[in-house]
C-alpha cells in the first residue's frame, strides 16, 4: 500500500462557516467589485433627543404663565401694625420767620447784617449799591478780579449783601455776608477755609476760635500794612460759615485792632445768622 497523506481536521465552526465545494466547473470567478458600505451617521439622534427637549421647556414655560396669568390673584396679607389712633386737636402753628432759618436766609439778606452801632458814621467809601453786591461787585474785591470772577461763577455764587462804616477817626469795619446757591457742589466750608489758610499766612498774625461758629477763626495781623502814600494800617479779619453763607469781617485802623474787638463783632454778626 501506498503512503497516506494526512489532512488535518477542521473545526466545527469553519467547517459551519465553508460550504461544501461544487463540482470543479472551472476558474473560481473573480468576486464583484463594488462600493463600500457608507458608514452610519452618528449624533442625529441625539440633537432630535435635545431640540424635543428644549420644545418641551419652552412649552412647559408658557403653559405655567398662561396658568398663572388666568388665575385670581392671592390678596396680600394683613399689616401686623396696628391701626394707630390719629392726634386730635389743631396742627402745630408754623414757625414764625424768626425761628425758621430757611425764610430767614431766603428774605432780605441786607437785614441779617449787623447794624451800625450808636455813633458810627459813613465810611469814606461806598460798597456795592444800597447794600447789596452782584457777582463783579464782590470779584473786585480779590487781588485777581478777573480769575475770581470765574470761579465765583463755577462756585453758583448766588448773592452778597454789605454794610461798612467808620468808628472814631481811624476804624473802618466792613461786613459781608456772601450766599451760594449749593445745588451742583457745598462750597462754602471750602471757601471759609481757604480764607483761614490765606489768613494765617501772613505773618505776625494771631487767632482765635470764634465760639459757637464750629471752625471759625478770627485774626489779629500785629504788623502794619505799608503801601506806597499811605499811612500804617492795621487790619483783622474774621471768617466762619453757617449753611449756605459765609461771614467775612474786615477791620483797618490806624494802630492795632484789638482781639476784643475783632471777637465781638464775629460773635454778634454769627448770632444773627
Known amino acids: 500500500m501506498g503512503d497516506v497523506l494526512e489532512v488535518p481536521e477542521k473545526s466545527i465552526e469553519e467547517a459551519a462557516e465553508v460550504p461544501d465545494p461544487e463540482p470543479d466547473s472551472g476558474p473560481d470567478p473573480e468576486p464583484e467589485s463594488g462600493p463600500a458600505p457608507r458608514p452610519r451617521r452618528r449624533g442625529r439622534t441625539t440633537l432630535l433627543i435635545a431640540v424635543a427637549a428644549v420644545l418641551g421647556v419652552v412649552a412647559g414655560t408658557c403653559t405655567g404663565f398662561l396658568v398663572q396669568a388666568n388665575r385670581a390673584p392671592d390678596a396680600l396679607p394683613s399689616l401686623s401694625q396696628a391701626t394707630l389712633a390719629q392726634a386730635k386737636g389743631p396742627a402745630p402753628e408754623p414757625l414764625s420767620a424768626a425761628q425758621d432759618r430757611e425764610v430767614k436766609v431766603d428774605g432780605d439778606l441786607r437785614k441779617l ?161
Open 113 to 273: 447784617l449787623l447794624k451800625r452801632p450808636s455813633g458810627a458814621r459813613d465810611a469814606d467809601y461806598t460798597i456795592g449799591q444800597d447794600g447789596w453786591l452782584d457777582l463783579a461787585g464782590y470779584a473786585e474785591m480779590y487781588d485777581k478780579p478777573a480769575g475770581a470772577f470765574g470761579d465765583l461763577v463755577a462756585d453758583e455764587f448766588r448773592r452778597a449783601a454789605v454794610v461798612n462804616w467808620r468808628e472814631g477817626s481811624s476804624l473802618f469795619v466792613e461786613i459781608r455776608l456772601v450766599q451760594y446757591r449749593q445745588q451742583d457742589q457745598l462750597v462754602v466750608a471750602d471757601d471759609a477755609s481757604s480764607a483761614y489758610s490765606y489768613a494765617e499766612d501772613k505773618p505776625h498774625t494771631d487767632s482765635w476760635p470764634i465760639p459757637g461758629t464750629g471752625d471759625g477763626m478770627a485774626y489779629v495781623h500785629n504788623s502794619p500794612d505799608r503801601k506806597a502814600g499811605y499811612t500804617d494800617v492795621y487790619n483783622a479779619d474774621a471768617h466762619a460759615w453757617r449753611g449756605d453763607i459765609e461771614m467775612e469781617i474786615w477791620v483797618s485802623s490806624g494802630s492795632p485792632v484789638s482781639q476784643k474787638k475783632i471777637m465781638d463783632l464775629a460773635k454778634r454778626q454769627m448770632e444773627r445768622l
